[in-house]
């Protein structure tokens, strides 16, 4: 009786599931929703990006069209990368985006935190509405912003007349861009990147914070035991998200933000690629370039997913 027991129980109780023809069957109008989301990802997704493995091994012509276009090869890529300038422009490209990386990635957690353990509900929402404010202004008003305060005539070399200093070219000098454009990127995005960490913190069971009070834990302690652990995956997650795009330095704020006497330390892979593609009619090459930098971001996307399963045990997928 035992034995005919445990065999019973190691079968599958229930009817088997019905197969993908047989629910497609009865519930088609459901199905029949995902296809104008289908339509929209091979239009808008995946052909751009088939036209784009294409166009970059062919030497465009406007005359003959991009299917008609004859075949190059790999002469996209070696005439991209033979290019003296490229290399300056890979250079910049990878110290803006890590530059970001250092010191934008980490604000949103610790504001994230503050916010969380603040005992007033009135100061935490007038709180996060200045701090998400600035995310939704375009980085046209953001440019006009730091242009009013780091012009020469500007709040900052007001503030340094008056106490006696040098007046600076900030949006002139090569020494100060890339500060520029790093602190008003972290300014503009901080309280977005804020918002995504406070929703992984309501994630978090109340009752282990009473019980790390009871046992006579610290702020710091339960930071460290239990709200940053908590919040791990989400911070595997934008981590690596963040170095899928090392190559991708923001190339509206870099566009607005630079000009000819900054173009040593500003000019990035995309302002590249912008010059070269519209302005230089190089379609083929600029595209090339492109590609290049879409295989490095998923390169390092699958890296960096790889070793956060390996060393902190949670990933992507």
Do not use: C
Not at 135 to 144: A, L, Q, T
Not at 284 to 312: H, P
């Amino acid at each position: 009786m035992q034995r005919a027991a445990g065999v019973n129980a190691t079968l599958p109780i229930g009817r088997p599931r019905p197969s993908l023809v047989v629910r497609m069957r009865r519930y088609w109008f459901l199905y029949l929703l995902f296809v104008p989301v289908i339509v929209y990802y091979i239009v808008f997704r995946y052909y751009p990006i088939a036209v784009q493995g294409i166009l970059a091994f062919k030497q465009y012509k406007l005359s003959f069209g991009i299917w008609d276009s004859p075949w190059v090869g790999f002469d996209n890529f070696v005439y991209a990368f033979g290019r003296p300038d490229f290399y300056n422009v890979l250079e910049n490209t990878v110290i803006i985006s890590l530059l970001r990386i250092a010191f934008g990635f980490f604000p949103p957690i610790f504001l994230a935190i503050l916010l969380f353990d603040l005992r007033s509900s009135w100061l935490r929402r007038i709180s996060q509405t200045i701090l998400y404010i600035p995310h939704f202004f375009s980085w046209v008003i953001i440019y006009g912003i730091v242009f009013a305060m780091f012009s020469n005539t500007g709040m900052v070399n007001q503030l340094i007349a008056g106490l006696g200093g040098n007046e600076q070219n900030f949006l002139m000098a090569p020494e100060w861009f890339r500060p520029l454009i790093v602190g008003s990127g972290i300014w503009k995005e901080i309280g977005w990147g804020t918002i995504i960490y406070l929703a992984a913190l309501t994630a978090i069971d109340p009752s282990i914070y009473e019980a790390a009070k009871v046992d006579g834990a610290g702020p710091l302690q339960r930071i460290r035991h239990i709200t940053l652990p908590g919040i791990r995956p989400v911070v595997v997650f934008l981590f690596t998200l963040s170095l899928g795009s090392v190559l991708n330095a923001g190339v509206e704020q870099i566009l607005l933000f630079y000009s000819p006497a900054t173009y040593e330390v500003g000019d990035i892979i995309d302002t590249f690629v912008f010059r070269q593609g519209l302005n230089q009619l190089q379609y083929s090459m600029a595209t090339a370039v492109g590609l290049f930098q879409s295989v490095i971001g998923l390169i390092l996307v699958l890296t960096a997913n790889r070793l956060a399963k390996k060393y902190a045990g949670t990933g992507i997928w």
